[in-house]
């Protein structure tokens, strides 16, 4: 994840990235919330799972 902004990107405007994943993906949780993304929502039985059952999702936001 990037912090700094580069003047020839085409999305250098950006004020906030909002990430959704697998509540399950503990990896992908730690590294979001090193990086200054906080828990902003969660939606139970978002994703189909290959076995039938549900996970629930995170959303998670960072202001750049």
Same mark, same amino acid.
């Given at each position: 994840?990037?912090?700094?902004? &580069? ?12 990430? +959704?994943? %697998?509540?399950?993906?503990?990896? @992908? !949780?730690?590294?979001?919330?090193? &990086? ?12 189909? +799972?290959? %076995?039938?059952?549900?996970?629930? @999702? !995170? ?6």
């Amino acid at each position: 994840l990037q912090r700094e902004p &580069h003047h020839s990107d085409p999305h250098a405007g950006i004020l906030r990235v909002i990430v +959704k994943f %697998d509540a399950g993906k503990l990896a @992908a !949780l730690k590294l979001y919330a090193r &990086h200054g993304f906080r828990k902003v929502g969660e939606r139970t039985g978002y994703y189909l +799972k290959a %076995d039938g059952s549900r996970a629930t @999702a !995170l959303t998670m936001s960072a202001d750049l």
